[in-house]
C-alpha cells in the first residue's frame, strides 16, 4: 500500500481565505503551540489538533480538547481520527476550514516549513517589496528622514540598535493589547521606529573595521535592522494606502516582529566581543 496519499490537500479558512497546505508532516492547530496559532480564539487549547499523514490519507486528532474537533457538524470521538475528504468542513473553536485539493500554483515554491509561514505569506513577500522600494528607490518625502550616521563606533551603534529594539518591544506589547488606533499606529512607526532603524542599518552599512568585514554579531544586526526597515515601511504604506484590514495587518505584522525578534534574542545569547572601538 502506498504511504502517501493520492491527492495532496489544503485546509481554507472560511473567513479569511487562507489556504494552508498539508505536506505529509505532523500539522499542528492551536491557541499557543504549533504550525498555525490563534492566540485570539479563547476556546482552543494551547495544542488543540494534530493533522497527520497515515497510508488512507490526512487523519485529524483531537489532543483531549476541551471544545473538541468537529468534522461536518459532527464532533469527533474522544480518542479517534477522522480521514479528511475533500469538501468537509472542519470546526476547531471559532476557526472554519474547508478541505480542498492542493492544485500546484503557477510560479509557487513551497518548503518544508511553509505551513508554518502560510498565515503571513503575503506579508512577507510586502516585506520584501517594501524594503526593496526603500532602499531601491525611494527617495526622501518628508515622511521616512534619511540619517546619515555620524558615529561608527560598533561599540554606539549596538547601544542604538539595543535602543531601538526596547522601542519595538514596548510597540509590539502595546500592538498586543490592541492599545493603539491606526493613527497612534502609523505615527509611531514613521516618528520613532522607523528612523531608528534606519539609523542603524545605514551606520552597519558604512561601518567598514579595520579587518574590512564585520564581525557575526554585527553582520546579523545589520541585516535585522534592515529587515525591519522594510518591514515598518510595508506597513505604513498598508495602514495608509487602507490596503489590507487593519486587524489583519496587525495580526500578522506582529507575528513577523516576533520572529525576527526570536533571532536577534537567540544570536543576542552567543557570546560575541565587540570590535573595538576606532
Known amino acids: 500500500m502506498s504511504s502517501r496519499p493520492e491527492q495532496a490537500l489544503i485546509l481554507i479558512h472560511k473567513k479569511t481565505k487562507q489556504r494552508y497546505p498539508l505536506r505529509g508532516e505532523d500539522f499542528v492547530i492551536g491557541r499557543s503551540q504549533g504550525d498555525l496559532v490563534f492566540d485570539h480564539d479563547p ?11 497515515t497510508p488512507q490519507g490526512f487523519a485529524i486528532h483531537d489532543l483531549k480538547t476541551r471544545t473538541g474537533v468537529h468534522i461536518n457538524g459532527t464532533q469527533l470521538p474522544a480518542g479517534k481520527a477522522c480521514i479528511l475528504k475533500v469538501g468537509a468542513e472542519v470546526t476547531i473553536g471559532d476557526q472554519h476550514f474547508t478541505v480542498a485539493q492542493d492544485r500546484p500554483r503557477k510560479h509557487k515554491r513551497t518548503s518544508a516549513h511553509s505551513s508554518a509561514w502560510q498565515p503571513i505569506l503575503f506579508l512577507f513577500c510586502a516585506l520584501l517589496l517594501g ?3 526603500y532602499f531601491g528607490m525611494a527617495k526622501p518625502n518628508g515622511v521616512i528622514t534619511q ?14 540598535f539595543e535602543e531601538a529594539i526596547r522601542h519595538l518591544t514596548a510597540f509590539g506589547e502595546a500592538l498586543r493589547r490592541r492599545e493603539l488606533t ?14 531608528r532603524f534606519t539609523s542603524v542599518h545605514q551606520q552597519l552599512q558604512a561601518y567598514r573595521p579595520a579587518k574590512g568585514k564585520l564581525e557575526p554579531r554585527l553582520d546579523f544586526r545589520r541585516r535585522i535592522s ?6 515598518l515601511t510595508a506597513m505604513a504604506n498598508f495602514i495608509q494606502t487602507k490596503e489590507v484590514k487593519y486587524s489583519m495587518q496587525m495580526d500578522q505584522f506582529q507575528r513577523q516582529m516576533e520572529i525576527l525578534m526570536a533571532q536577534e534574542a537567540e544570536e543576542s545569547r552567543r557570546p560575541s566581543s565587540l570590535p573595538e572601538a576606532n
Open 147 to 160: 540619517i546619515s550616521p555620524v558615529n561608527l563606533s560598533p561599540a554606539n551603534i549596538d547601544a542604538e
Open 43 to 53: 476556546k482552543l487549547s494551547g495544542r488543540h489538533c494534530l493533522i497527520r499523514l
Open 131 to 133: 524594503g526593496a522600494w
Open 226 to 231: 534592515g529587515a525591519h526597515v522594510g518591514q
Open 182 to 195: 491606526e493613527e497612534q499606529t502609523l505615527s509611531a512607526i514613521r516618528k520613532d521606529l522607523l528612523p
